[in-house]
């Protein structure tokens, strides 16, 4: 047989514990939190009453609300889902609890004194896993030792897969309030996303290989789904940029490519797939064989998009990231948490930290806000300089329209400035825009 490629519109969904995964799901501490507070609640409120999460689903409104896009007879296999993890996640779930329990704890017990009496009644799950600290205000909280979370027994990549399916339409259900059950139209693949026989898989959109050889790869034995996914026909391949400009590709939502004959980066990676459809977008196929650069904003589901990185991963030289508050739980390391999916090059950039790059240099800007005003460290803005043209990525929505009107929100996505003095043309459909 003559080697296959993947299709264009083949999706990758990564699931944790069949829920979509997204990166408060991979540190141990908060994916605990979240299994236990959020996973098995929904899943709970639907085997008791089905009807009201179908009801609220059929009300735009309560779209991205805590409902299970099921109906009824799906109630058995999520049944089966809440027992399963009850049973299989019981050291998680002890987790969270204990992280409640001491949380409550210390601010009943800690009013100002020292702190080390206490270690002996840290609850067990937790003993040599955190430190106790007051602020500067004699409130008392934990620190997780992030790092050994990740060694511990705590860290769950078994629990981890991709879900394989062809895609026909943009449209699909709220992906974080329901799980990803058993479908004729989807393979699950239980291999943890650092496994670098990811890579090989999705080197074949441009790469192709013998379909038995990446059969064999992946351990699939059932191939009625997975046979779909492959073609003989090849993708056209994007020329590499070669002119003597900047050139900045809108990608959709967050997502910027800037490139310029040297060099490559992607800001909030986050793509579509390509398929019949009357909105044009760039896709995989869009993007160059290197990716010098990839820059993450802050730590939301949709600017750290494990589905749009794990695919891109062998093209990623080095991935830059905001820094977090050392061991909080509500704001994990992006750095660790990259690393625990497979990235090897993570380079954290404080604010007003430069990083020289071929034609110009990167700096990080501190960002207000964001986040409910809660204590988040790992957010920042991107001035990128290029050929001595200036790009501001920060995360707020704009929406850059034929006359060059900058309009911006308080959702989230990348802001272009620009001179006047700049020789600027674009193509609006696409975000095409030339700085020369």
Same mark, same amino acid.
Not at 72 to 89: D, G, I, K, N, V
Not at 91 to 107: C, E, G, P, S, V
Not at 249 to 260: K, M, N, Q, S
């Given at each position: 047989?003559?080697?296959?490629?993947?299709?264009?519109?083949?999706?990758?969904?990564?699931?944790?514990?069949? +829920?979509?995964?997204?990166?408060?799901?991979?540190?141990?501490?908060?994916?605990?939190?979240?299994?236990?507070?959020?996973?098995?609640? %929904?899943?709970?409120?639907?085997? !008791?009453?089905?009807?009201?999460?179908?009801?609220?689903?059929?009300?735009?409104?309560?779209?991205?609300?805590?409902?299970?896009?099921?109906?009824?007879? $799906?109630?058995?296999?999520?049944?089966? #889902?809440?027992?399963?993890?009850?049973?299989?996640?019981?050291?998680?779930?002890? *987790?969270?609890?204990?992280?409640?329990?001491?949380?409550? +704890?210390? *601010?009943?017990?800690?009013?100002?004194?020292?702190? !080390?009496?206490?270690?002996?009644?840290?609850?067990?799950?937790?003993?040599?896993?955190? !430190?106790?600290?007051?602020?500067?205000?004699?409130?008392?909280?934990? $620190? #997780?030792?992030?790092?050994?979370?990740?060694?511990?027994?705590?860290?769950?990549?078994?629990?981890?897969?991709?879900?394989?399916?062809?895609?026909?339409?943009?449209?699909?259900?709220?992906?974080?309030?329901?799980?990803?059950?058993?479908?004729?139209?989807?393979?699950?693949?239980?291999?943890?996303?650092?496994?670098?026989?990811?890579?090989?898989?999705?080197?074949?959109?441009?790469?192709?290989?013998?379909?038995?050889?990446?059969?064999?790869?992946?351990? %699939?034995?059932?191939?009625?789904?997975?046979?779909? *996914?492959?073609?003989?026909?090849?993708?056209?391949?994007?020329?590499?940029?070669?002119?003597?400009?900047? $050139?900045? $590709?809108?990608?959709?939502?967050?997502?910027?490519?800037?490139?310029?004959?040297?060099?490559?980066?992607?800001?909030?990676?986050?793509?579509?797939?390509?398929?019949?459809?009357?909105?044009?977008?760039?896709?995989?196929?869009?993007?160059?064989?290197?990716?010098?650069?990839?820059?993450?904003?802050?730590?939301?589901?949709?600017?750290?998009?494990?589905?749009? #990185?794990?695919? *891109?991963?062998?093209?990623?030289?080095?991935?830059?990231?905001?820094?977090?508050?050392?061991?909080? #739980?509500?704001?994990?390391?992006?750095?660790?948490?990259?690393?625990?999916?497979?990235?090897?090059?993570?380079?954290?950039?404080?604010?007003?930290?430069?990083?020289?790059?071929?034609?110009?240099?990167?700096?990080?800007?501190?960002?207000?806000?964001?986040?409910?005003?809660?204590?988040?460290?790992?957010?920042?803005?991107? +001035?990128?300089?290029?050929?001595?043209?200036? %790009?501001?990525?920060?995360?707020?929505?704009?929406?850059?329209?034929?006359?060059? %009107?900058?309009?911006?929100?308080?959702?989230?996505?990348?802001?272009?400035?620009?001179?006047?003095? +700049?020789?600027?043309?674009?193509?609006?459909?696409?975000?095409?825009?030339?700085?020369?």
């Amino acid at each position: 047989m003559p080697p296959v490629y993947l299709k264009p519109n083949a999706i990758a969904e990564p699931l944790f514990n069949q +829920w979509y995964a997204w990166s408060y799901l991979i540190p141990p501490a908060s994916a605990a939190m979240y299994m236990a507070n959020s996973h098995l609640k %929904i899943l709970e409120s639907f085997l !008791e009453a089905p009807q009201v999460h179908q009801t609220a689903l059929k009300d735009p409104a309560m779209r991205g609300g805590p409902f299970i896009a099921y109906d009824a007879s $799906r109630a058995p296999e999520l049944q089966a #889902l809440l027992h399963q993890t009850r049973q299989q996640q019981t050291d998680l779930l002890a *987790l969270a609890q204990a992280i409640q329990d001491l949380d409550q +704890w210390l *601010l009943q017990t800690a009013t100002g004194y020292s702190l !080390e009496p206490l270690y002996e009644k840290i609850p067990a799950p937790l003993k040599g896993y955190v !430190e106790l600290v007051y602020d500067a205000n004699h409130h008392p909280s934990i $620190r #997780l030792l992030e790092g050994l979370l990740y060694r511990s027994p705590y860290y769950h990549p078994e629990s981890q897969a991709i879900a394989l399916s062809l895609g026909t339409s943009d449209l699909r259900t709220f992906v974080l309030s329901t799980p990803r059950l058993p479908d004729p139209q989807q393979i699950q693949v239980a291999i943890p996303f650092s496994d670098r026989r990811w890579d090989q898989l999705f080197q074949m959109r441009q790469h192709p290989r013998s379909y038995s050889e990446i059969k064999k790869l992946l351990e %699939i034995s059932d191939d009625t789904v997975f046979s779909t *996914l492959f073609t003989e026909t090849p993708d056209s391949d994007p020329p590499s940029y070669t002119d003597n400009s900047v $050139r900045v $590709r809108y990608c959709g939502h967050a997502c910027v490519l800037i490139e310029t004959s040297e060099v490559s980066i992607l800001c909030d990676p986050l793509l579509g797939y390509q398929h019949s459809s009357s909105v044009p977008r760039y896709t995989y196929s869009d993007l160059p064989d290197v990716i010098d650069y990839a820059l993450i904003t802050h730590n939301h589901q949709d600017h750290v998009m494990f589905e749009t #990185l794990l695919q *891109l991963r062998h093209k990623i030289r080095k991935i830059i990231v905001p820094k977090s508050n050392k061991g909080s #739980l509500i704001d994990p390391s992006l750095k660790l948490i990259l690393q625990a999916i497979g990235f090897t090059q993570v380079q954290e950039i404080d604010e007003l930290e430069t990083l020289n790059i071929p034609q110009g240099y990167i700096t990080s800007l501190p960002v207000l806000g964001e986040h409910g005003d809660l204590n988040i460290g790992a957010k920042n803005a991107y +001035w990128i300089e290029l050929q001595g043209k200036a %790009i501001l990525a920060p995360p707020i929505l704009i929406t850059l329209n034929p006359n060059f %009107i900058v309009t911006s929100s308080n959702s989230s996505a990348n802001l272009i400035f620009y001179s006047s003095a +700049w020789n600027v043309t674009v193509r609006p459909t696409l975000g095409h825009i030339i700085l020369s």
